[in-house]
């Protein structure tokens, strides 16, 4: 066999080589104490083999009868390491290796081909008419793949590298070198290559005859393909009988790191009649470490994954945003045994910074840069990257010409509600200051480049405003739309109401929209920061990922078989279809799964499975972004390539240029009701106005009928509320509709001209004026703001009241008011020594407004935020260091972006950096004291503090989980949990997971226990069934105190 010739010309070399060693002089060298006991060799070993062969057979009349067809192909890719050891001297007494056993490699073979005959059959038979004779045709197609075989040879190799021979040099000049035997298909013993390898695959004959059309298919038996393994093998063979070296190489060593290194190719191309096949060998001795792979992560490191040598890097980055770099290492060197590591970056050619600093990532194998801040990279500017990665004195591996790009900004204003339900009136804690957290993580947005606006309260207690009515929410929507005018224009509003909305039905709204720009989100939702980032994403046409909700297949599929209603057809039922998107265990959403390298720069690092916060149903610190929404946000926020117009800013008084508009508001019933709301504010702009059709229209008319402009609207019945809902009555709002001179009313008609309400346009505008505060006062707490109005038309009149810290932006007060006086706290509103108040007042159409003489505030402090980590976190100093995250702001001049004005400090070690975000690995072993202190521009300073334990023992990572004692258990009815404090009920139902046996979630109620300090679990069905469960206590369970409890814990049971 052929194989077998291999070995015997392997041999004979060998000896040959033996031999001849006899005549080479001896050296010094070979004494040298240099000589090595081990040499380790790192090879890869490709071949391929394409055949294609094809004939026919002809009768005497030259009539083909018969075509053949073969298309074969066969791939073959081998890689490992051998370590060979020093057994002697060779004949001519140089130093002899041979490999050691139980040497590991990978191996992949893939291909396949296919086989295709054709016959004409003449057949005969005998009829009434005599004997008839017709042609008829059959065809056979055979296809299989190549599959490695289901039992290996017991007596191959395990290696291609018999022997290697050192041979020294005969002077000082020349340089060492060396001699390496090689055997490439070392792994079959016996047999051919072509009976080695095994197939799979079909046969599938079609025919005719006198009886008609006839099929068959089956399968193929093993080893039924074609030739191509043993033609790939024959590339070796001619080599091995065409090269004067046959089975060797050889090449010169240099001597470094006290080891002999060298490295070499071995390529061989084997033509034959009808095909081809080449196989390449390389190798390299005592190969220097480098790095596998470099990947810059702003919140994702892949896009797409199948494995660790097959995946999608993630190749969107945003200029201005936190970015690590994560370098991957090859299987042979361990992350956890680096201590000298560095990466250089350079930006447009030029070299920026070196990272020195590290976090070891044992699970993956590799090494993640931290910044210590995102200045000491040049903030990331927008250009083309370069970053150089070194591993100890390992080689250096480049990535090059990666983009980060210049992305649009983002305004976002966050406006705390004091709500009226039913007559019970509720504030918005504070969690909704940090609202815009999460989403300044995940979003394709520079840091500096997000606006999340504190607002001050909005008073929504009247009860006109009562929000489980449909007008009292509308009237909320409205009011907070009002607020676009003053300093917009913001992307989002988004209004904090304290608690969920008790619906008529039994069932509780989560939060609602009735469109752009504003919408309304609960504030104690343990996922409001991911409710923020959802409904942003909304605006970007970025559908749902959970059941029953609005999809936008087109962008971001939920998981697989759910079932929603069409994005842009409410009325359409749509089915997830894309294999590929799997749902999240125990809620509702995309899987993320870590394999993609979720990242969190914010300081928890790599993340685990994790769902997109387009789902619903996890906890917060489970959600995250899938690829398909980061891609599209990076293409729906790419930066203008001109300059934005702001049509959002309006004016009462017209200047040159200017349209007067009217924003016509109200309600449409399905059977065609019109109920009209007042005030429909006018006003005037210089953005041209949009003419829209749609299923009713209003005009604006003059005294004799004629209309002089109009404009129309389409409204929804359909509520992306939280549930969604199907409305009787449908809102309109923010019609834009002309205000020409003349207009004597505004008239609503449906699509048959019926007419369905009319506005009437009074003569007179009213008058106002602010009565208090007065000119030159300092308003410092609670204060009465007053203002007298008249209307010569005797119309109703309402107002809006705003404040200004420096009579340039403005912010809303108040909102459809009928009282002519407005009791304000200024201690809760920005300070500055140029307030005033504006009144506007309506009259239904008409507006009138007044502002104060400048009176002074007080400035305040900023307010600072520690975001990560949490207090009394623990940390190893094995880790390589802690990233501190956090934030403040000023409710003078907003975020604080500045980084010499955002200190962070220890008890213990001193200044540890400044900025947003920080990475030191400055924390001795120890309790450190953590203190956050921000100063605004006035040079008023506030500071946070959180006290975190650094420890040299191990500690157990986010999203890992402390196993405890297995326990068993008889009563079916229920599970209780003990916390070490008090706990925030809220938190439990989504951070408390059962797993049956299968690995099932298992349906359950949480409730608070009555002491406070415990979580009972109901079992939905009423009973645990008997089996065995294991119950997950993730990290996410907050004391009601706002701190995170000892979490992080699973346990296996027994239900007897």
């Known amino acids: 066999m052929k194989n077998r010739l291999q070995s015997i010309l392997a041999l004979m070399l060998t000896v040959a080589l033996l031999f001849s060693g006899l005549c080479l002089p001896q050296t010094a060298w070979a004494a040298d104490d240099k000589t090595p006991e081990e040499l380790e060799i790192t090879w890869r070993i490709k071949a391929n083999a394409d055949h294609a062969w094809s004939s026919e057979s002809a009768r005497e009349n030259g009539k083909v009868y018969a075509r053949y067809n073969l298309n074969d192909s066969f791939m073959l890719d081998l890689a490992g390491t051998t370590v060979l050891s020093r057994t002697g001297i060779s004949w001519g007494g140089n130093p002899y290796f041979q490999p050691i056993t139980e040497n590991e490699y990978s191996r992949s073979c893939a291909g396949g081909g296919t086989y295709t005959t054709w016959y004409l059959s003449e057949l005969q038979r005998w009829t009434e008419k005599g004997s008839e004779k017709k042609d008829f045709e059959s065809t056979t197609v055979e296809n299989w793949q190549y599959r490695w075989p289901g039992k290996e040879h017991e007596g191959a190799d395990d290696n291609p590298i018999p022997w290697l021979e050192i041979i020294p040099p005969e002077s000082d000049n020349e340089p060492i070198r060396y001699r390496i035997c090689l055997e490439p298909f070392f792994f079959i013993d016996y047999d051919t290559a072509d009976e080695y390898f095994e197939t799979t695959g079909t046969i599938h004959s079609n025919w005719t005859d006198w009886e008609g059309s006839h099929s068959e298919t089956g399968e193929l038996g093993n080893h039924a393909g074609g030739i191509t393994p043993s033609l790939a093998n024959q590339a070796w063979y001619d080599r091995v009988e065409t090269n004067l070296d046959g089975s060797c190489a050889k090449g010169e060593l240099t001597y470094s790191g006290g080891k002999y290194r060298g490295q070499g190719t071995v390529q061989h191309t084997f033509y034959d009649e009808d095909g081809k096949s080449s196989i390449e060998i390389t190798y390299e001795i005592n190969r220097k470490p480098s790095a596998k792979a470099i990947q810059p992560i702003q919140v994702l490191g892949r896009y797409e994954y199948n494995n660790d040598n097959d995946y999608v890097p993630a190749t969107d980055f945003v200029a201005g945003k936190d970015t690590v770099i994560q370098v991957i290492l090859p299987d042979d060197i361990k992350a956890e045994d680096q201590s000298n590591a560095r990466v250089e970056i350079y930006h447009e050619g030029n070299k920026i910074a070196t990272l020195s600093k590290f976090k070891k990532d044992k699970e993956n194998n590799s090494l993640i840069f931290i910044p210590s801040s995102r200045s000491s990279c040049g903030n990331w500017k927008a250009g083309r990257y370069k970053f150089v990665a070194t591993i100890g004195e390992s080689e250096e591996l480049t990535l090059d010409d990666v983009l980060f790009q ?115 989100v609960v504030n104690s939702d343990q996922d409001m920061q991911a409710t923020v980032a959802h409904e942003i994403a909304h605006i970007y046409k970025v559908g749902d990922e959970y059941q029953g909700e609005s999809y936008n297949l087109g962008i971001n599929s939920p998981p697989l078989g759910y079932q929603g209603s069409d994005w842009h057809d409410p009325n359409k039922t749509v089915t997830a279809s894309d294999p590929k998107v799997q749902p999240f265990p125990g809620a509702e959403g995309a899987l993320i799964s870590k394999k993609l390298h979720p990242y969190d720069t914010g300081g928890r690092g790599l993340l685990e499975d994790s769902i997109c916060f387009m789902g619903s149903g996890a906890s917060q610190s489970k959600n995250w972004i899938t690829p398909s929404v980061w891609k599209h946000l990076f293409k729906a926020l790419a930066a203008p390539t001109t300059a934005a117009s702001d049509s959002s800013i309006r004016v009462l008084q017209s200047t040159e240029g200017e349209t007067r508009v009217i924003e016509a508001s109200g309600w449409v019933s399905r059977s065609g009701v019109v109920e009209l709301s007042q005030p429909w504010h006018s006003y005037y702009t210089t953005q041209p106005l949009v003419n829209q059709t749609g299923t009713y229209t209003i005009q604006a008319v003059d005294t004799q009928g004629t209309v002089l402009a109009s404009n129309g609207f389409t409204p929804s019945f359909f509520v992306r509320s939280n549930p969604p809902r199907q409305l009787e009555r449908a809102p309109f709002a923010q019609v834009l509709v002309p205000f020409p001179a003349g207009t004597d009313k505004f008239v609503v008609l449906d699509q048959d001209n019926t007419l369905l309400a009319e506005l009437p346009v009074t003569a007179n505008k009213p008058t106002v004026a602010i009565t208090a505060p007065a000119a030159g006062q300092n308003l410092t707490g609670t204060s009465t703001i007053t203002w007298t109005a008249e209307d010569d038309d005797k119309d109703n009149l309402s107002y809006e009241v705003e404040y200004s810290p420096d009579g340039s932006n403005w912010e809303l007060l108040a909102y459809d008011i009928r009282d002519t006086q407005w009791v304000q706290d200024f201690s809760q509103l920005p300070g500055g020594n140029q307030a005033q108040i504006r009144v506007t007042a309506h009259d239904g159409i008409n507006s009138t407004a007044a502002v104060s003489g400048i009176f002074s505030v007080a400035l305040k402090a900023p307010e600072v935020f520690i975001e990560a980590p949490v207090s009394e976190a623990s940390y190893s100093t094995a880790e390589g260091g802690v990233v501190l995250q956090g934030s403040a702001y000023d409710p003078q001049e907003g975020q604080i972006y500045d980084d010499n004005r955002l200190v962070w400090t220890s008890d213990q070690a001193g200044e540890l950096g400044r900025g947003p975000s920080v990475f030191t690995n400055l924390l001795s072993e120890g309790k450190h004291l953590i203190t956050l202190t921000a100063t605004n521009i006035a040079g008023l300073s506030s500071q946070v503090s959180i006290s975190l334990n ?51 979630m298992v349906p359950i109620r949480i409730e608070a226990g009555d002491d406070g300090v415990s979580a009972l679990i109901y079992p939905s069905t009423g009973a645990f069934s008997p089996g065995n469960y294991t119950i997950y206590i993730e990290q996410g369970i907050m004391s009601a105190d706002g701190q995170p409890l000892n979490a992080g814990y699973k346990m296996n049971f027994k239900m007897k």
């Open 950 to 1000: 650094i420890t040299s023992s191990a500690v157990v990572n986010p999203g890992t989980y402390t196993e405890l004692i297995e326990k068993t258990f008889t009563d079916a009815s229920q599970r209780k949990v003990l916390f070490n404090k008090p706990v925030n009920a809220a938190t439990l139902q989504n951070n408390i997971r059962i797993m049956d046996s299968a690995n099932n």
């Open 406 to 520: 210049e992305q649009r900004k983002l305004k976002v204003l966050a406006v705390p509600v004091k709500a009226n339900y039913a007559g019970t009136i509720e504030t918005a804690d504070s969690q909704w200051k940090n609202g815009g957290a999460f989403m300044r993580r995940v979003y394709p947005i520079a840091y500096n480049n997000i606006t999340y606006k504190q607002g001050s309260l909005f008073d929504a207690s009247d009860a006109s405003y009562d929000i489980t009515t449909d007008a009292g929410r509308l009237k909320l929507w409205q009011a907070l739309n009002e607020l676009q005018k003053n300093g917009g224009p913001y992307d989002l509003i988004v209004g904090f109401i304290e608690k969920g909305i008790l619906l008529s039905n039994g069932s509780i709204l989560q939060g609602y929209t009735y469109g752009e720009p504003s919408n309304i």
